[in-house]
């Protein structure tokens, strides 16, 4: 069960400008940049990124997937993320839940998967811009 719908609100209006500063440098996190599927604005979105083998990443689905930046990334069929302050271009998204989900985790990224309360992840192939 994911977090709740509030809690994404209050994290959107008084979290998130903060973590937008770090999550392009921090460790387990990642600045997803991606298009709005309607309004073509550009969106920078901060999540828990991790690396998964072989080139790629896994991020926590921490509210779902019925998430806006989830949807844009899907209608688009990729984005960016700026992860230790380096540019990759993500492609080929696919939702992976269960335990073969947290499987693909490394350890800190279970963590955030049980603290989240996140049964899934979001697999992404990454290629460095």
Partial sequence: ???????????????????????????????????????????????????????????????????????NLRAAGGADVIKNRKRYALSNPRIVSGPEARAELPFYGRLASVATRSPEILLVDARRC
Avoid at 22 to 44: D, I, M, N, Q
Avoid at 52 to 61: Q, S
Avoid at 62 to 69: I, L, N, Q, R
């Fill in 1 to 71: 069960m994911p977090l709740p719908r509030w809690f994404a609100r209050f994290q959107r209006r008084f979290v998130h400008p903060f973590v937008r500063r770090v999550a392009a440098f921090a460790p387990g996190y990642g600045l997803l940049e991606h298009t709005g599927r309607k309004s073509g604005r550009t969106f920078r979105t901060p999540l828990n990124v991790f690396a998964a083998p072989p080139d790629g990443f896994a991020i926590v689905l921490a509210y779902g997937h019925d998430v806006d930046w989830l949807r």
